[in-house]
């Protein structure tokens, strides 16, 4: 069963203030991906990461950086957090490709995070 | 245009009946298609997949593609008022690199 983990479901951080937002799956997935959602807008890709350290941006990664120094884990940091992230962050990872896999994303259980 | 479209609803179906969820996409080169469901303050769960034109059943569920008109739905039967959530429509366009587009998402409400 697939399981995908972050480390906090509600935050509240200040303005300024530098976040990390923690992602981990115990199924040996490749890819994991790092979204945010907000009413109206749907799931926005901030950035991927298709292998250890290795990481692409998505739609939206300005404001934000990432980390991936092993294979469960995957790390969002908002370098100086501002309200304008008040939003879900939501966690996903899947297998490659080259192992068979459709494709398929798993999400954690999200992190809603406000910024005051 | 939206790279993936999807009608906001809400769509209210009374139970019992088939709920049918459309959902439409840009990129011609397409390659996979996945339905979500989400329910309020929860996180996206997958239903099913679907890469070849046609129908591909699973229990209640039934995905629908059609790669010529560049849409894919999904239908409901025998809908639960549990069914009542979010459906999310994402697309795996070519050269994706594994990264999908989601749709903004249906909520479906299933009356009782």
């Known amino acids: 069963d697939v399981k995908v983990t972050q480390s906090s479901r509600y935050l509240v951080k200040r303005t300024g203030e530098k976040v990390f937002l923690e992602c981990v799956q115990d199924?040996?997935?490749?890819?994991m991906f790092w979204y945010r959602q907000d009413p109206g807008l749907g799931l926005r890709l901030i950035y991927f990461?298709?292998?250890?350290?290795?990481?692409e941006k998505g739609d939206i990664p300005e404001g934000y950086s990432v980390s991936r120094e092993k294979k469960e884990r995957f790390s969002l940091i908002l370098e100086s957090a501002s309200t304008n992230q008040t939003s879900m962050y939501l966690c996903?990872?899947?297998?490659?490709?080259?192992?068979?896999?459709?494709?398929?994303?798993?999400f954690g259980p999200g992190t809603r995070l406000t910024v005051t | 245009q939206k790279e993936v479209e999807q009608n906001s609803g809400p769509l209210s179906v009374p139970e019992g009946a088939i709920a049918s969820l459309n959902c439409t996409y840009s990129?011609?080169?397409?390659?996979?298609f996945f339905w979500y469901r989400q329910y309020s303050g929860k996180s996206p769960e997958l239903i099913m997949f679907?890469?070849?034109?046609g129908d591909k059943e699973d229990g209640r569920f039934t995905a629908q593609l059609n790669k010529a008109s560049q849409y894919v739905s999904l239908l409901i039967r025998d809908s639960q008022p549990s069914d009542s959530a979010t459906y999310l429509c994402?697309?795996?366009?070519?050269?994706?690199?594994?990264?999908?587009?989601f749709g903004t998402g249906t909520k479906l409400q299933v009356i009782p």
């Open positions: 990461s298709y292998d250890v350290k290795m990481k």
């Open positions: 996903a990872s899947s297998l490659s490709g080259a192992r068979g896999s459709s494709y398929e994303q798993y």
């Open positions: 990129d011609r080169g397409s390659q996979s």
């Open positions: 994402a697309v795996m366009p070519s050269g994706g690199y594994q990264k999908v587009t």
């Open positions: 199924m040996d997935h490749e890819n």
């Open positions: 679907i890469y070849s034109n």
